[in-house]
């Protein structure tokens, strides 16, 4: 039998013990029971938010005005209608709005002036890339929008906005992307206008909106206009008729270029840089 447990009816505690009171609970071995006076705390899930404050975040209203518009089903999350309210949803969850895609996030638009040695890319373990460069820009989850090779330079931009990035999906009524492009040889008349006329590669047509040798440079230096995403296609031609591409360098964005954007840094879009972007 434990020593300070006594007989029955024996070892009672007074409470007049130094430290103690009489109020003093006491657990088996005279060990005093620590009273929880607080409620427990509730642990929510941190990558969850309520539906209203989603909508609300976006900038289409209040969360009053969200709880209406979800009771009368006009959000859908990940392709579902949603009328209980305080449900909640994670940052990657698909919510729509009356059918359009909304995002809980500031709108961000970053100019990227990219260095070589970056791949274009948002997946980790491939090195240095270009969100190394953009990661102090903002805290909204920006994508770069097409591509430039890891040994290509030049403007990027980056944005969270899926409408501004839509537009540049499309190659015939896309936005207009400028290259300046330095090849191993002299680029020869007769395959300059080959690939102003288009041609096909294996069955497919190659076109592009504009090339022209640039003034005061040799041959080897010329312009280059394309609506695509991606510069795949710039070294599909070039490869195609025999030359090897030294240099790639995207110098302007439709209307925006990299004045004032030392290579490698990176600016936010102007309102009205971003206003002429969406009316392209």
């Known amino acids: 039998m434990n020593k300070n447990q006594g007989s029955k009816g024996k070892g009672k505690p007074s409470g007049r013990g130094k430290g103690n009171t009489r109020s003093t609970s006491y657990a088996r071995g005279n060990a005093p029971i620590k009273k929880n006076t607080q409620a427990p705390k509730k642990t929510g899930n941190p990558d969850e938010i309520r539906l209203n404050k989603y909508i609300a975040n976006s900038g289409i209203c209040s969360r009053r005005e969200a709880d209406e518009h979800i009771a009368i089903g006009l959000v859908t999350v990940n392709g579902k209608v949603i009328t209980e309210m305080g449900y909640k949803v994670k940052l990657a969850d698909e919510v729509k709005y009356d059918g359009s895609r909304i995002n809980p996030e500031k709108k961000a638009y970053v100019l990227l002036n ?57 190659s015939k009524n896309g936005v207009a992307r400028l290259f300046h492009i330095e090849l191993d040889k002299n680029l020869i008349l007769e395959d300059l206008k080959k690939i102003q006329a288009g041609f096909k590669v294996e069955g497919k047509l190659i076109e592009v909106e504009e090339i022209s040798y640039i003034d005061g440079a040799s041959k080897k230096e010329i312009g280059l206009k394309i609506k695509n995403t991606g510069n795949t296609i710039i070294r599909t031609i070039f490869e195609y008729l025999k030359y090897e591409i030294v240099s790639l360098d995207c110098v302007a964005i439709g209307h925006l270029t990299k004045k004032d954007i030392p290579r490698g840094h990176w600016k936010h879009l102007t309102e009205q840089e971003l206003n002429t972007l969406k009316m392209l």
């Open 114 to 170: 990219k260095p070589k040695g970056f791949a274009t890319t948002t997946s980790e373990g491939k090195g240095r890339t270009v969100m190394d460069l953009v990661a102090n820009a903002t805290d909204s989850r920006i994508k770069p929008i097409g591509r430039l090779g890891r040994n290509s330079k030049g403007l990027l931009l980056f944005t969270n906005d899926d409408s501004v990035a839509k537009k540049f999906t499309n």
